[in-house]
């Protein structure tokens, strides 16, 4: 996977989490996905922004335009430094929270994607990386 | 504070979502509707979201909370204007709304609200 330009932004408050639904809109109409992909990348960015918030106590999101050798994608990747997730396998099944939500985030977000990974250290942070390809 | 404003239509209440919402404005809707809704005795709620971009599963929510408590409050909801690339989205998120009443557009919308609670004759003569 070839990288070219990137853009991060931080994620401290509910009014950079739209911020950061904005930015993943621009960057998607630019590099010309279609409505409905866009709409997926949006809310999955909208979701892990908030995890990233309300979980991690904050951090930062970096949109990256990536290419392999047949096409192009949009690479968002989430950094926090909360916590860390204890068992990533139970944090993906929908209907699992530990927090007030619905448990959609994380399980949800990985639907709308095509690559997901997640990475993730007790008491150092969590970082949640994801595409979607042309 | 900002606040999306709510509308009183005689019986129902109107609301169109034009920001990209963010958490907070959510549930501050969700506690003046309420609010509202006991107020005025309203017996629907009619919730606009043709110009919302996404619905994640935040204000999916969100919705699902207004509408069980406009029930529990003897009033109906009804969602409208979603956009097709929003209800694909939506679905492949997890979230079907189920509970949630929906119409394509506002007039629809306003037609299942008068279906389900409206008295229109004893409005016009009030």
Redesign the interface.
């Known amino acids: 996977m070839k990288s070219g330009r990137q853009e991060t932004v931080p994620i401290g408050n509910?009014?950079d989490?739209?911020l950061a639904?904005?930015k993943v809109?621009q960057w998607a109409i630019e590099m010309k996905f279609t409505?409905?992909d866009?709409?997926?990348l949006?809310?999955a960015a909208?979701?892990l922004a908030?995890n990233a918030l309300e979980h991690g106590k904050g951090g930062q999101m970096i949109i990256e335009q990536v290419e392999n050798s047949a096409k192009n994608g949009l690479k968002l990747v989430f950094e926090d430094r909360g916590p860390g997730i204890k068992d990533v396998e139970a944090a993906l099944r929908?209907g699992f929270t530990t927090g007030g939500?619905?448990g959609?985030?994380l399980?949800?977000?990985k639907?709308?994607v095509n690559d997901f990974e997640i990475q993730s250290e007790a008491g150092k942070g969590t970082r949640v990386t994801v595409v979607r390809w042309k | 504070m900002e606040r999306i404003p709510i509308l009183r239509m005689g019986q129902f209440l109107l609301v169109t979502i034009q920001v990209d919402m963010h958490d907070r404005l959510a549930v501050q809707l969700q506690d003046d509707l309420t609010q509202r809704i006991s107020e005025w005795s309203s017996r629907g709620v009619l919730i606009d979201i043709s110009t919302l971009e996404i619905v994640d599963s935040f204000i999916g929510r969100m919705l699902a909370n207004i509408a069980a408590m406009a029930r529990v409050l003897d009033a109906e909801t009804v969602v409208v204007g979603m956009q097709p690339a929003v209800a694909i989205t939506l679905v492949e998120l997890g979230m079907s709304l189920a509970g949630v009443r929906t119409a394509l557009n506002v007039e629809s919308g306003m037609e299942l609200l008068y279906e389900l609670r409206g008295d229109f004759h004893s409005e016009m003569s009030e």
Request: net charge positive; aromatic share 0%; proline share 0%.
């Open positions: 509910s009014a989490v739209v639904r904005q809109r409505l409905v866009q709409t997926k949006v809310t909208s979701e908030r929908d939500g619905m959609l985030g399980g949800g977000s639907r709308l």
